[in-house]
């Protein structure tokens, strides 16, 4: 696996004890988050690279994918993402990583990202929905490839889901409209 301190080794402290190095002071952020960055991004490629190549290996790997099975995993991507990110009761998986700072909406909460290092980075994973899209999307994209059918069943949960919160939303649009 990618060793982020390769990416942007430790340089020298400066007098006051801030860290520096050349490549983040360009980009204008600490090189912790940067390594943060590197080091979750190392991951991800490793862990789709392994995916691929076992899938590859036992000759399981798709030439392509149904439309409808894209479908469905948009839909249970968009809403599995939100539900890690954002919704109330699975808020104990983000706690390490970040603050509870609020309510953001029905059954979700505004939360801001207090880890540093490698944590400031899986915390703004964990609580930035688009940015969960893409583990998601491999994960059950990967999933079709592998359990089909397992993934078209959690898929479901999901999308079925996201199309229900549609449906309250629009309830509850038409009983202030009616109010």
Known sequence: MTNPETLLPDVPADR???????????????????RGYAGVMAVYAV?????ALAMWRAKRLPSSFRTGDLALVTLATHKLSRTIS??????????PFARFEGSAGPGEVKEEVSAR??????????????????WVATGLVTG?????????????????RAGADLIQFGYAAAQQAVE
């Not at 006051?16 to 090189?31: F, I, L």
């Not at 862990?47 to 995916?51: I, K, L, Q, T």
């Open 144 to 160: 079709l490839a592998v359990a089909p059918r397992l993934t078209r069943y959690v898929a479901s949960i999901f999308a079925v």
């Open 117 to 134: 290092g490698v944590g400031k980075s899986i915390g703004e994973l964990m609580t930035c929905p688009f940015c969960m899209d893409q």
């Open 86 to 95: 954002r919704d109330s009761v699975t808020s104990p998986l983000r706690a």
């Open 16 to 34: 006051d004890g801030s860290e520096e190095h050349p490549v983040a002071e360009h980009y204008g952020r600490p090189a912790s988050e940067l």
């Open 47 to 51: 862990g789709v690279s392994a995916a």
